[in-house]
């Protein structure tokens, strides 16, 4: 059974037009969107972190987190991509990669789970990390906050 504030998060989506085709599932909204920004189109998870409370659930701040990471200026999200690619730069500094390349010039958003206080956004890395997703959590701010890679099994690497 769908929770109505699930139903009335989702109808407030809808009527912003932010996510192209959202729908409600398994306590998630999930929906298409662009982020300007990075020129790229990703699938954005909205999770209203319903099991944490049933009672509440801030719409407003959801609805503000989804607009920040979607119209995040170019300048900020230059400097996500370049403390991304320094700080996996320096961990895996003697390590060999597949293709020897620019990893801001190969980082791709693919998707973005957005929490009233924090996004987290997944990126792939196809040239210097073709096996592993690179997680990246961002505070309120849209500062970083964590940078996890992945590989595609759910282990951690880095």
Request: glycine share 4%; charged share 35%; proline share 4%.
């Amino acid at each position: 059974m769908a929770s109505p504030l699930l139903d009335d998060l989702l109808a407030r989506i809808v009527d912003s037009g932010l996510l192209d085709d959202p729908v409600a599932e398994n306590g998630l909204i999930y929906g298409r969107a662009t982020i300007d920004a990075a020129g790229a189109v990703v699938t954005v998870n909205v999770d209203p972190e319903l099991e944490d409370d049933e009672e509440s659930l801030d719409a407003d701040a959801l609805l503000a987190a989804i607009t920040r990471i979607l119209s995040v200026s170019e300048s900020r999200w230059r400097a996500v991509i370049d403390e991304v690619a320094d700080d996996i730069d320096e961990s895996v500094d003697d390590e060999p990669v597949i293709e020897q390349t620019d990893l801001r010039d190969d980082l791709e958003a693919t998707s973005v789970v957005v929490f009233a206080d924090a996004v987290l956004i997944a990126f792939d890395a196809p040239k210097q990390f073709p096996d592993s997703r690179i997680l990246v959590q961002l505070d309120d701010d849209l500062e970083v906050a964590s940078i996890e890679v992945r590989d595609r099994d759910g282990g951690v690497e880095a």
